[in-house]
C-alpha cells in the first residue's frame, strides 16, 4: 500500500505528462518526421526489380562520386576532430576577450545558408580569391579539385565535433591534470592518459556527425566541387541529376545506399563508444 502511494506521488509530480501521453507524442513525431520518409524511400523502389537496383548503384560515375564523397568526407572529420579538440580546449579552459564571439561563431555554418557558404568559399578560394589566388602562385589550385571539397565539407563540420567535445570538458576536474603534472608526467602524457579517455567518446560521436554531414551535403559543396564527371562530382549532385531527370527510381536507389552506410557507420561508432565506455567502467 505504501509503496503504491509512493508510486502514485512520483507520477504526480513529474512535470512532463505520464508516459502514455508522452511516448504516444514521442513516437507519432519520429515516425512522420523519420520512419514514414525513409519507409517511402522502400515504397518508390517497389516498382524496381533488384537488376535494375544494382545496374543504378553501380554505375561507373557513381561508384566515381562514392569515392570523392567518402574520401573527402573522411579527411574532412579528421581534420575536424583534431581541430575541434583544439577549439573546445581554448574555449573551455582559457579565458580572453571576444570568446563568447569565437564560441558563437562556431555555430555560423549552422545558420548562414548552405548556398551562401558555398558561393563565399568558391570566391575566396578560386584562383583570384584572396586565399586561392596565393596558392594559384605556387601551383596550387584549391576551388574545383577535392581539395576544395574538403575544405567545404570542414566548414560545415567543425561545429559538431565542437559541440560534442566541449561539454565533456567543461566537466572535467582539471585537479586530475594538476595531480598528473605534480607526479612528474609530462604534458602530452598528461592529454593521451587523462584527457583523451574521458573526451574520446565524443570525439568519435563528433567525427560520425561530421561525416555523415559531409556526405550529405549539397550546397556547400556544389559550387566549389566544379562538379568534373569522375574527378569532382559527389554523390549528392548524382542524385539531383537523376531528380533532374525525373528519374526517381534511380535517385531513390543511390540515397538508399547513402542512408545504408550512414546506418552502418552510426551502429560500427555507438559499438565503439559502448566498448570504451565498458573499459573506462570496468
Not at 595531480?179 to 592518459?193: E, Q
Not at 556547400?220 to 562538379?227: E, K, L, Q, R, W
Amino acid at each position: 500500500m505504501f509503496s503504491l502511494k509512493m508510486h502514485f506521488k512520483k507520477q504526480s509530480n513529474s512535470v512532463i505528462p505520464g508516459f502514455g501521453l508522452s511516448m504516444g507524442i514521442t513516437v507519432t513525431m519520429l515516425s512522420l518526421i523519420v520512419l514514414i520518409p525513409l519507409f517511402s524511400v522502400f515504397l518508390i523502389l517497389s516498382d524496381s526489380t533488384f537488376r535494375e537496383f544494382w545496374q543504378v548503384v553501380t554505375d561507373r560515375q557513381t561508384i566515381a562520386a562514392y569515392k570523392v564523397s567518402l574520401s573527402c568526407s573522411a579527411i574532412a572529420a579528421v581534420i575536424n576532430v583534431v581541430f575541434g579538440i583544439l577549439l573546445a580546449w581554448i574555449l573551455t579552459r582559457y579565458k580572453f576577450p571576444l570568446r563568447r564571439v569565437l564560441d558563437g561563431l562556431i555555430e555560423l555554418p549552422f545558420a548562414l545558408p548552405t548556398a551562401v557558404a558555398g558561393i563565399a568559399l568558391t570566391t575566396l578560394y578560386s584562383g583570384e580569391g584572396w586565399i586561392g589566388g596565393l596558392f594559384a602562385k605556387a601551383g596550387i589550385e584549391i576551388s574545383y579539385t577535392r581539395i576544395g571539397i574538403t575544405i567545404a565539407m570542414i566548414f560545415i563540420g567543425i561545429p559538431f565535433v565542437v559541440r560534442s567535445i566541449q561539454p565533456v570538458l567543461e566537466k572535467l576536474d582539471p585537479q586530475y591534470e594538476e595531480a598528473a603534472s605534480a607526479l612528474g608526467a609530462s604534458r602530452s602524457r598528461i592529454f593521451f592518459k587523462v584527457v583523451l579517455p574521458e573526451i574520446l567518446p565524443a570525439a568519435l560521436a563528433g567525427f560520425g556527425l561530421a561525416f555523415a554531414r559531409s556526405m550529405g551535403e549539397y550546397g556547400s559543396v556544389v559550387f566549389i566541387a566544379g562538379n568534373i564527371p569522375y574527378e569532382t562530382q559527389i554523390v549528392p549532385l548524382i542524385i539531383m541529376n537523376k531528380l533532374e531527370q525525373f528519374n526517381y527510381p534511380a535517385a531513390t536507389s543511390i540515397a538508399l545506399v547513402m542512408v545504408i552506410f550512414a546506418f552502418v557507420l552510426l551502429f560500427i561508432i555507438n559499438l565503439i563508444q559502448a566498448q570504451i565506455n565498458k573499459i573506462a567502467r570496468g
